[in-house]
């Protein structure tokens, strides 16, 4: 690791542990590192449900560029795009956007057709997604129980792994996880 200059890779590294700012480079996390466009971190987010639209909604779009998504419902393709208006005024519909934002408006772009350009969206099967070579890191948001198989898919891949909460299921997953992190060289956050 350079002790000058902190590359995009070098944050990764160091930062396996730290969950989603793993993703970011290192002038977010106060590493005295300036911003350019090609340090955004191209990813790809697997499982796009209430969890995984709210990790969308807490990126930094000047750091990590969403370049794929895929989800089987296409409710939930949707509500990535647009973000979650499922609230009533007043009832929580506001907080709920707030969270919960959508491509369209953390990205400024005018049209869903527009983010379609530029996000792929894999409806049928993750596995072109992890396939993907614009993709350089997955956020995985799916049931628990599809944690362990899928971030060992995505780093076997080639793919830097982020896992929401929890990371899987047990504590032999989270070690089978970490020993395909170790042997890979990716990151699993």
Partial sequence: MSTNRWTRRDVLKAGAAAALPALVPGHVLGLNHSASPSETVK?????????GNVLIGAITPEFIDVVAIADIRPYNIHRTF????SGSPGQGYEDLLKIRTGLIAKYGYKTEDAARKHVKVYDQDYHDLIKDPSVEAVIIALPLHLHCKVAIEAMQA???VLTEKLMAQTVAQCKDMGRVSEKTGKLLG
């Fill in 43 to 51: 990813v790809g987010v697997i499982g796009c449900g209430d969890e």
């Fill in 82 to 85: 647009h973000g979650d208006h």
């Fill in 158 to 160: 080639g793919k830097h």
